[in-house]
């Protein structure tokens, strides 16, 4: 079975839990539909075989989050979590970025710290790796 089979076939068409949440988690991930994911899946721990799955087939690096019962996972924690790391390491990059160029700009420290409020010590750990 190939992805667009997984993203077309309606979770409907199959009785057993585990593979009706198999392709409902999967196709709300494919149609980014965070709200829909969250709405059905907040509550619900599903089984970590099934998240496995998910993960696999969407190739995406999600941690699992465990349910309070054991072998679940709490499938939109993990989804969540993992977007808000993604979003924390694109700020993290551009901000990264940011200091890089105006110290390629010849701004000291003190002043990119006074203009932006970044804590001189990652400035100064910006302006190292520029150095090597």
């Known amino acids: 079975m ?7 076939e309606p979770p409907q068409n199959f009785s057993h839990p585990d593979v009706y949440a198999l392709f409902e988690i999967t196709q709300m991930i494919c149609r980014k539909d965070q709200k829909g994911l969250q709405e059905k899946y ?9 998240f496995d799955a ?4 969407t190739a995406l690096d999600i941690k699992p989050v465990p349910d309070s019962k054991g ?6 924690t993990s989804v969540n979590e993992w977007q808000q790391e993604i979003y924390k390491s694109g700020q993290e990059a551009a ?3 940011l ?4 110290l ?4 000291d420290a003190d002043t990119i710290h006074q203009a932006t409020a970044i804590p001189l010590g990652e400035i100064r750990e910006v302006a190292r790796e520029l150095q090597h």
Do not use: F, P, Y
């Not at 190939?2 to 077309?8: E, S």
């Not at 907040?42 to 099934?50: E, P």
């Not at 390629?104 to 701004?107: A, F, K, L, R």
């Open 2 to 8: 190939n992805l667009t089979c997984i993203t077309d």
């Open 104 to 107: 390629e700009n010849h701004w």
């Open 95 to 97: 901000r990264r970025e």
């Open 42 to 50: 907040s509550h619900i721990g599903i089984d970590q075989d099934v």
């Open 99 to 102: 200091i890089a160029h105006m």
């Open 71 to 76: 072998g679940k996972v709490k499938m939109w």
């Open 54 to 57: 998910v993960k696999s087939i």
